[in-house]
Nanobody
């Protein structure tokens, strides 16, 4: 089993930055693709970014965050990060970390392990 815990969320103003962390325990996530998803009130959960198994490996970003968000991983620490810059009010959501065996996919049903989420609120 893999236990994922997100941290780093909070309330910020538009234009500011936050760095989310996802710490894994139980088993290594170095052999897993990691993704960040988010769910705004009244909306479906959508992928934000994903990174393949290898540190510095392939990444994916949703169009809405390209150029502003950066996903990275430190396999030695069993941790994945999401650096969020130039935050906008529309980035307000609960952010979830997820892990899966296999390659990057945007389909949340293909992710096996999920964290409990961390709230990010961006005020205008």
């Amino acid at each position: 089993q893999v236990h994922l815990v997100e941290s780093g969320g909070g309330l910020v103003q538009a234009g500011e930055s936050l760095r989310l962390s996802c710490a894994a325990s139980g088993r290594t996530v170095s052999d897993k693709t990691m993704g960040w998803f988010r769910q705004a009130p009244g909306k479906e959960r959508d992928i934000v970014a994903a990174i393949s198994q290898i540190s510095g490996g392939r990444t994916y970003y949703a169009d809405s965050v390209k150029g502003r968000f950066t996903i990275s991983r430190d396999n030695a620490k069993n941790t994945v990060y999401l650096q969020m810059n130039s935050l906008k009010p529309e980035d307000t959501a609960v952010y979830y970390c997820a892990a899966r065996f296999g390659t990057i996919t945007v389909v949340e049903d293909y992710y096996t392990y999920w964290g409990q989420g961390t709230q990010v609120t961006v005020s205008s």
